[in-house]
């Protein structure tokens, strides 16, 4: 798994009251600035008036523009390697990665703006506070090659309580500085998916992560609610109810409401494609609302190939330029032959088709070659039992997209061999990680062969065909959150063999708390035939 993911995993509850803990923080975190503030005293003397309004404003204003004003700061040496983020843009999804869970998102708009309110009842907290964490921001980077953990934290300690102690606010100021952190911890540990998350922003991000919490807090505000309707659901739903569930083993990463395949009577499931409408198919979808687990709690031996049809691995690619297909041929068929065939075994890999996808570019699924495709936002999987051999077939008789064609002798070598067809799927952006339309996979052991339904694609000149799927309340969907360029998730959509999972069943979906404004998704997804060796 990636270094910067390591610590996102669901780590269990303290076992103290929640009450226990939260006191013990806020004691712990006053006690420092108390401390700070006596040294204050000890070296400058009694406290002076309160700050002018210049100074506040002006602290007031360092706070505000801390996100942007922090990347522009210089980096004094190699980044430490628990350090994974050397800039805020790059932090700010793995922040929104760990406050996802309905009930955490609320509660850090009770806690910012309630912090907050109580500074602003005194200039000088105000001040203190503004300062403590836009400077803490401004010296993220600078000490980004220092391994120590807590630097940081332990001069924001330092900052609040001398600024507190020169206007006279320190006992205040650190109890209201040590109740926001206790907050924020306690809501981690209890309400969010895991407190090692929390203590891993604590080691080395704490003032990205407050300035975040402040951006963060403003945008759950704007939709509050909606997101206090779904902290009441998720408080209602311990056990998730016939909408779907998740292994209790991960936590709920997203809710959505995926797109089931419906039947109509007196026609079959499918689309036209390129020809005229005959009324013989239909392309209807009614929507379930699921919870999705998170797939990076998944440990690499549950979810993998052989056991859940996927997983994901960290591949980097040499691509500058995925719009430009002759690069996409030249570079990247290579890299995937090479990342199919170390996953799977595979004596060979043939590389017959892709697709470049941009959720920002219209509603087509299938375009024209150089053209962005819109994502499918309809539970399938590419191939069923017929058309996963015909697709050999196909290649030998006319070939495939990349230019592969097939001999007479090697169709018939591959028919007679086991192989699947697997499907590399990647996030092209660069410094971005998918945050809209991410890619949902359905665990192979909670489907129900009765609910396949087979999805007829009528071309002008052949019938195309793969499985669609009926909803079914045991359906267990995962999905790996904010997907970045170099990982690749690999995914079986068909398998020969019979003593293993054979259909990866995956969608795009809508996070329901999808923020406004979240940058549309660009991927690629290329799609392999994994040609087994030879039994002996």
Request: glycine share 8%; proline share 5%; charged share 25%.
């Amino acid at each position: 798994m990636d270094r910067s993911w390591i610590n996102q995993t669901v780590s269990p509850k303290p076992q103290s009251h929640p009450a226990v803990v939260w006191s013990e923080e806020v004691l712990r975190a006053a006690g420092k600035s108390l401390l700070a503030s006596a040294v204050s005293r000890c070296l400058f003397g009694t406290s002076v008036d309160g700050p002018s309004t210049a100074t506040t404003c002006g602290a007031i204003l360092l706070f505000l523009v801390a996100r942007k004003l922090c990347d522009c700061m210089p980096v004094l040496g190699k980044p430490f390697e628990d350090k994974s983020y050397h800039t805020f843009k790059s932090f700010w999804p793995r922040y929104l990665a760990e406050h996802r869970e309905p009930r955490d998102r609320v509660a850090h708009v009770f806690e910012f703006f309630g912090v907050v309110l109580f500074m602003a009842l005194h200039p000088g907290r105000l001040v203190a506070l503004a300062l403590t964490v836009g400077a803490g921001a401004l010296l993220t980077r600078p000490l980004l090659h220092l391994g120590r953990p807590g630097l940081e934290s332990k001069l924001m300690y330092l900052i609040g309580g001398i600024v507190a102690q020169r206007f006279g606010v320190e006992v205040s100021y650190a109890l209201g500085y040590g109740v926001w952190l206790a907050f924020d911890f306690v809501g981690h540990a209890y309400l969010g998916e895991n407190a090692q998350a929390a203590a891993f922003l604590g080691r080395h991000y704490l003032a990205w992560a407050l300035v975040g919490q402040a951006h963060f807090a403003f945008r759950v505000a704007v939709n509050f609610p909606l997101e206090l309707l779904a902290a009441h659901k998720a408080s209602m739903q311990d056990k998730v109810s016939d909408r779907g569930s998740v292994s209790r083993e991960v936590s709920v990463a997203a809710r959505a409401k995926l797109h089931y395949s419906k039947t109509v009577p007196g026609k079959r499931v499918g689309r036209y494609i390129g020809v005229e409408d005959k009324g013989e198919l239909a392309d209807l979808h009614e929507e379930h609302e699921v919870a999705l687990g998170n797939a990076r709690e998944l440990s690499p031996r549950a979810a993998n190939l052989d056991t859940m049809c996927f997983e994901l691995q960290r591949k980097p690619t040499a691509v500058r330029d995925f719009k430009d297909d002759e690069e996409v041929r030249r570079v990247y068929y290579k890299e995937m032959e090479d990342i199919v065939q170390g996953a799977t075994g595979a004596e060979r890999v043939i590389v017959f088709d892709h697709t470049v996808r941009d959720t920002g570019a219209g509603s087509a699924l299938n375009v024209k070659a150089g053209d962005a495709g819109a994502a499918v936002v309809r539970v399938h999987t590419d191939y069923s039992d017929m058309s996963g051999p015909e697709r050999i077939r196909t290649l030998a008789a006319s070939g495939g997209y990349t230019g592969v064609k097939l001999s007479q002798a090697e169709q018939e070598d591959i028919l007679s061999r086991e192989f699947c067809i697997v499907n590399v799927w990647r996030n092209i952006k660069d410094d971005e990680p998918v945050q809209t339309k991410p890619l949902a996979v359905l665990d192979p052991s909670s489907i129900d062969r009765q609910d396949f339904v087979t999805y007829e694609m009528q071309f002008a000149e052949r019938r195309g065909e793969n499985y669609a799927m009926r909803f079914n309340s045991r359906h267990k969907w995962y999905f790996y959150p904010f997907m970045e360029k170099d990982e690749c998730l690999i995914f079986k959509t068909w398998e020969k063999r019979t003593d293993r999972p054979r259909y990866c069943f995956h969608t795009a979906f809508q996070d329901l708390a999808e923020p406004a404004g979240a940058p549309p998704r660009s991927s690629i997804e290329v799609r392999t035939v994994a040609i087994m060796p030879r039994k002996k």
